[in-house]
C-alpha cells in the first residue's frame, strides 16, 4: 500500500510540473532569427528558386500592455515561402528581406537571416512588443542558400489596424499540449486504482 501511495503522490507532483510548464509554453516567443553566413562553394552556383512568399503578422491581444502571462503584449509574425534549392535544403535556405514601402511593428533584419534550431521549411516565424499603432508595409523576400547565392525577390504586402486580435497560435499550442496532459493525467489514476485493488497489502 505504502508503494501505491508512493507512485500516487509521484504521479501527482509531475502532473503538476507538467501542467505548469504547459501554462508557460502558452505563451513560449519562438527563437529570434540570427545572422547568416554564407560558405563559399565554388560548385555551388545556382540560386534558389522562389515561387511564392507571405507575410502574416499576428497582433498582440493587448497592445502596448505590460504582459499578463498570455502574451498580452506580443504579437509574431510569420514568413511563409515556397522555394527550392539544387544543393541547400529548404529549412536551410535564409531570408533576405527589405522594408521597400510603409511600416511594420516589428524591425526587419538588415542582413540574410535564419534560425539555428527547430528549422521548418518554408516557414521564418518571430515575435515582437505591439504598441497596437495600425501599419501597412510591402516587403521585399529573396531566398539564399549556404554559397550566398541570392533567389530573385518576391513583395509581400501586410496591414493591420490598432485592434489587437489575440496570440491565437500559442494559445492554441498550449491547449493541444495541456489536453494531452490531461489525457495521460486520467490514465494514470486508472493504473494506481489497478494497483492499489490488486496490489496485496504489506505487513
Known amino acids: 500500500m505504502r508503494v501505491a501511495i508512493s507512485l500516487a503522490y509521484s504521479g501527482l507532483v509531475f502532473i503538476a510540473a507538467s501542467l505548469t510548464a504547459a501554462r508557460a509554453l502558452g505563451c513560449s516567443p519562438a527563437e529570434p532569427p540570427h545572422p547568416f ?8 552556383v545556382a540560386p534558389p528558386v522562389l515561387k511564392t512568399a507571405q ?5 498582440a491581444k493587448e497592445p502596448g500592455s505590460s504582459g499578463d502571462g498570455d502574451c498580452g503584449e506580443l504579437g509574431g509574425y510569420t514568413f511563409h515561402v515556397d522555394a527550392a534549392d539544387d544543393i541547400t535544403a529548404p529549412e ?10 510603409g511600416s ?4 526587419i533584419p538588415d542582413q540574410p537571416v535564419r534560425v539555428t534550431f527547430g528549422r521548418r521549411p518554408g516557414r521564418l516565424s518571430s515575435w515582437f512588443s ?4 495600425e501599419f501597412d508595409a510591402v516587403v521585399e523576400v529573396a531566398m539564399m542558400d549556404e554559397a550566398g547565392n541570392l533567389s530573385e525577390p518576391v513583395e509581400v504586402h501586410a496591414s493591420g489596424d490598432a485592434v489587437g486580435c489575440g496570440c491565437t497560435v500559442p ?6 499540449v495541456a489536453s494531452g496532459l490531461a489525457v ?5 489514476v486508472r ?13
Do not use: I, Q
Open 37 to 44: 553566413v554564407a560558405t563559399e562553394n565554388p560548385s555551388d
Open 55 to 59: 507575410l502574416d503578422v499576428r497582433r
Open 92 to 101: 536551410d535556405l535564409a531570408y533576405s528581406l527589405k522594408l521597400v514601402k
Open 104 to 107: 511594420l511593428p516589428f524591425a
Open 130 to 133: 505591439d504598441s497596437g499603432k
Open 171 to 176: 494559445s492554441a499550442h498550449r491547449g493541444n
Open 184 to 188: 495521460a493525467a486520467l490514465l494514470l
Open 191 to 203: 493504473r494506481l486504482r489497478r494497483f492499489v485493488r490488486y496490489c496485496p497489502a504489506s505487513n
